[in-house]
C-alpha cells in the first residue's frame, strides 16, 4: 500500500516562510507528478502547485506564483513546497498527493482526480 506522508506545517507570521516536505513510500515503480493542494475552512479544495516526475514541467496558482516554488527528488519518492512571503489568505490544510501511473499530459497534474494518492494534510497558519 504507497502512503503519502506531509511535514513541515505550522504558524508562522505573515511575510514569514515554511518548507512543506511529503515522502511517498510503498510499492511506487516511478512517480508521475507531485500535487499540493489545499482546503481553508469553508472553502473547497484548491490546486497550489504541481510537478512533473522529471521535474521538467511545474505548475501554480495564479495567487502562490512567484512567493511558492516545488521540487523533487524522484529518486527518493520526495517533493517539497517552499512557500515564501507568507499572507494570512494562505492558511489552510496542505494536501501532497502523487500520481504512480503515467499521464496523458502534464497539464493534468493541476487537477485533483488525476492523483492516485494522498496524504493525511498538514495544517499551515498564516498569522497577523
Not at 55 to 74: E, L, M, P, Q, W
Amino acid at each position: 500500500q504507497v502512503q503519502v506522508v506531509e511535514s513541515g506545517g505550522g504558524l508562522v507570521q505573515t511575510g514569514g516562510s515554511l518548507r512543506l516536505s511529503c515522502a511517498a513510500s510503498g510499492p511506487i515503480d516511478y512517480i508521475y507528478g507531485i500535487g499540493w493542494f489545499r482546503q481553508a475552512p469553508g472553502k473547497e479544495r484548491e490546486f497550489v502547485a504541481a510537478i512533473s516526475g522529471s521535474g521538467d514541467a511545474t505548475y501554480y496558482a495564479d495567487s502562490v506564483k512567484g512567493r511558492f516554488t516545488i521540487s523533487n527528488d524522484n529518486a527518493k519518492n520526495t517533493g517539497w513546497l517552499q512557500m515564501n512571503r507568507l499572507k494570512s489568505e494562505d492558511t489552510a490544510a496542505y494536501y501532497c498527493a502523487v500520481r504512480i501511473s503515467a499521464l496523458t499530459l502534464s497539464t493534468q497534474l493541476k487537477y485533483d482526480y488525476y492523483y492516485n494518492y494522498w496524504g493525511q494534510g498538514t495544517q499551515v497558519t498564516v498569522s497577523s
